[in-house]
């Protein structure tokens, strides 16, 4: 993935740039604006892209931008867990150990094995 730094940002997204900045109360150093400002732009492009995803029906959720859109995955992996170390390099295997109990979602209206609903009185 190329550096968030050597791109140069797009001047139709100032405004709304700004804006988020304000929102979020964010400020930086003549040095910094630029970098996290890429960094934000290449989110926003993400998150545009996985929610055109989603209006297709290809994705079960919806994303949007937030505070943390400044920051890259692992900024934001190191913020939240306080710890360097991004995703695991065995990080995938964990998931098979940790999750391979869990049961495919099972859609109890269809098979008839709902309950129907108690008087919760």
């Known amino acids: ?26 400020t930086y150093s003549q040095d910094e604006e630029g970098h996290r400002r890429m960094v934000w732009e290449e989110n926003k492009k993400k998150i545009e892209e996985h929610n055109a995803e989603y209006e297709e ?21 190191e913020m939240m867990t306080c710890s360097s170390d991004s995703i695991l390099p065995d990080q995938d295997i964990i998931n098979t150990h940790l999750f391979n109990d869990i049961p495919e979602f099972e859609d109890l209206i269809e098979d008839n094995t709902e309950t129907p609903e108690k008087d919760q009185v």
């Open 57 to 77: 029906g290809k994705a079960s959720f919806c994303m949007g931008l937030n505070e943390f859109s400044d920051l890259t995955n692992d900024e934001f992996w």
């Open 1 to 26: 993935m190329a550096s968030a730094s050597s791109q140069s940002s797009d001047p139709s997204l100032d405004v709304e740039w700004q804006e988020w900045k304000m929102k979020h109360k964010k």
